[in-house]
């Protein structure tokens, strides 16, 4: 039997863990029958678990956590793979990680949602419009950085790239229109298609 459990369905952002942990090949108990939308994550034995109240979290022995990407960076350096053990190489997996989530996901999300998965009488083109422009220069700033690097730390796929990779995804549900940054859209495609992307 496998210490770890993820908590939340593979059509949230659990997605990142399960990814993760496919990545690693490692066990884990799967507990996806979390109904987030419907208050589950605020009960109090869910609370005992990531004070937050979202998913995914994880319990890992006697340890429990939130964050997908805090928890993906807490499985590689546990499992001693797809991290650098240099001190720069592990700052440049916190920097990417970091800027995904504070540039990338918020516009990313209100795309995905208002030219994608709401009711049409909700979908409001401006927040469409907005998106597009808010998301602008971080994927050229990322684009002019994949010019030259196929991956985002060292010579090899690694947490941060499955980290980056998993936010861009809700771009690829929404169709997105990824062509002014090519580059990009490559790393997507590299990403994604790994097997353990597939986690649906
Ligand atoms: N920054 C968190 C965000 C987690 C998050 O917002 N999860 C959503 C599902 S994808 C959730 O739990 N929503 C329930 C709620 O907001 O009550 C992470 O990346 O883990």
């Known amino acids: 039997m496998s210490d770890l459990t993820i908590l ?5 952002r659990a997605m990142r863990t399960l990814w993760m942990a496919g990545e690693l090949g490692i066990e884990f108990e799967h ?11 605020r009960k109090p034995d869910f609370l005992a678990i990531n004070r937050a109240g979202r998913v995914p979290a994880i319990k890992d022995s006697d340890i429990s956590m939130g964050e997908s990407c805090a ?3 807490y499985l590689a350096k546990k499992h001693g793979k797809l991290i650098p053990t240099d ?7 916190l920097e990417w990680s970091f800027w995904v989530m504070t540039e990338v996901e918020k ?3 209100n795309y995905l949602f208002h030219a994608a998965m709401l009711p049409d009488d909700q979908k409001d ?3 469409v419009a907005q998106s597009v422009k808010d998301l602008e220069w971080p994927l050229e700033v990322l684009n002019t950085y994949l010019a030259d690097h196929k991956w985002l730390v ?3 796929f690694s947490v941060a790239d499955l980290n980056v990779a998993a936010v861009l995804a809700w771009g690829k549900m929404s169709k997105y229109d990824f062509s002014a940054v090519p580059n990009v859209a490559e ?3 590299r990403c994604l298609g790994r097997p353990a992307a597939k986690v649906r």
């Open 71 to 73: 928890i993906n960076i």
């Open 8 to 12: 939340g369905p593979a059509a949230s």
């Open 154 to 156: 060292g010579d090899d």
């Open 31 to 41: 507990k996806a029958d979390i109904n987030f939308r419907g208050g589950d994550c």
């Open 107 to 109: 516009p990313m999300l």
């Open 187 to 189: 790393f997507m495609g």
């Open 87 to 93: 001190l720069v190489g592990e700052a440049k997996v």
């Open 125 to 127: 083109p401006k927040v």
